[in-house]
């Protein structure tokens, strides 16, 4: 007779993801992705991908940086070629704002665009996706903070990556800055998922080496607060532990040279595959506690995770003992002879050495935080949706406690 699958929920979690106590078999859970077009040249496919989703006028969502740097008038050319109109809209800036994306729903409602493509990092990604929201479901971005708050089907989606870093071109989230209350509001839905991400490694040849660094770190917080989180999953485990490995091995590459065509691509890989666990598994305190940060002062968000990650890992460190010491072997740390607690310990060291060799600042002092913002951030912090997935919990004063250790 087969064994029957029996599961138990034992706690509601965002994403309708819920915590199961497995009494039989398996978990239940859900997992996510787009349709993924990877490979070196693979943004001259975006005007074909918009023909297959019905497209006649693209509304293209970019910024200056990438704009500047040649990308936009090279998708503008491959749109065009398929037949395609385009408007082009640039007004989008790093930790794009409400009112950006609500100028930006207008500006799609008034063009009769029926496609929306995202090119660039997260920003512009997070920006196309919630102007693509709004287009169909009217409203305020603020109305739609938190989780499984769209009501109506978006626009068809396509996302091309220029980063490697945020994996928003996969994820069902966007991050998107409210303006009055200077905090990341973040919307989650698996209506946000695109539906086609084009991974072009050729793009992040333009990269300098601080947003290489940044982003690269950005992806490996990804990863780390994936593979510890509570709603992590054998599929996602799979993809947060390669990243893991992929990033550990590649981004000194990558940061030190522009012309690594090995190392980039790498990273590109490693940048979606941390992305398509973030997305299935959620993060943690990391990125609960950045997105107030990056709120408030408009700081560049992998370099905020990249100070926090060593933190956060020390206080969750006796939540996932096991796990920490798999993340240093997957970072190439020696771990042979040691205890667990010894080896998950070598994880943290890994890490601090891997942003201290790519010469990232260590210290939330070093970026403008002053003590007089702990109070504000650690109460938004244990508001944010990241928080409940976070191994550990964490009460406001120890969410204050990590702030002030990385201070
Ligand atoms: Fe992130």
Redesign the pocket.
């Known amino acids: 007779m087969p064994e029957v699958l029996v599961v138990q929920c034992v706690q509601k979690m965002p994403l309708g993801i819920n915590k199961y106590k497995e009494v039989g078999l398996l978990k239940i859970f859900k997992f996510m992705v787009p349709e993924i077009i990877f490979g070196k040249g693979t943004t001259r496919l975006v005007g074909e991908s918009a023909r297959r989703l019905g497209a006649n006028r693209v509304f293209l969502v970019s910024d200056k940086g990438v704009a500047e740097a040649g990308w936009v008038d090279r998708a503008i050319n491959y749109l065009k070629e398929a037949g395609l109109e385009v408007k082009v809209w640039l007004d989008v800036t790093p930790n794009p704002k409400d009112y950006e994306v609500e100028r930006g729903t207008e500006a799609y409602l008034e063009s009769g665009c029926d496609v929306v493509v995202g090119l660039g990092g997260?920003s512009a990604i997070d920006a196309a996706k919630a102007i693509a929201l709004l287009a169909t479901n009217g409203g305020k971005i603020r109305d739609y903070e938190g989780v499984d708050k769209i009501k109506k089907p978006l626009p068809p989606l396509i996302c091309i990556a220029t980063t490697a870093g945020?994996g928003a071109e996969v994820t069902q989230f966007s991050i998107i800055v409210d303006s009055e209350r200077k905090v990341k509001m973040a919307i989650g839905s698996k209506s946000l998922v695109p539906d086609i991400a084009i991974i072009d490694p050729v793009l992040l040849s333009t990269k300098d080496a601080v947003l290489t660094a940044d982003t690269g770190m950005?992806a490996l917080?990804?990863a780390i607060e994936a593979y510890v989180s509570v709603a992590a999953t054998p599929m996602t485990d799979v993809f947060a532990l390669r990243a893991i490995q992929l990033i550990a091995s590649s981004l000194r590459a990558s940061v030190a040279s522009r012309t690594n065509e090995e190392a980039k691509t790498t990273m590109a890989m490693a940048s979606l595959m941390a992305g398509i666990a973030l997305s299935n598994a959620i993060?943690g305190a990391v990125?609960a506690m950045?997105h107030p940060l990056g709120g408030l002062l408009d700081l560049p968000?992998?370099e905020v995770?990249s100070i926090l990650l060593p933190h956060v890992m020390r206080f969750n460190l006796i939540a996932c003992v096991e796990r920490y010491a798999q993340i240093a072997q997957a970072m190439g740390e020696r771990t042979e002879g040691l205890s667990m607690r010894e080896a998950a310990e070598k994880a943290i060291a890994a890490v601090e050495r891997l942003r201290s060799d790519i010469g990232i600042k260590p210290r939330l002092s070093d970026v403008g935080l002053k003590e007089e913002h702990i109070p504000a951030l650690s109460r938004a912090a244990v508001a944010d949706v990241c928080l409940v997935t976070n191994p550990r919990d964490a009460t406001e004063e120890e969410i204050a406690e990590i702030y002030r250790a990385a201070l």
């Open positions: 997260g945020a950005d917080s990804h993060l990125h950045a968000h992998g995770n």
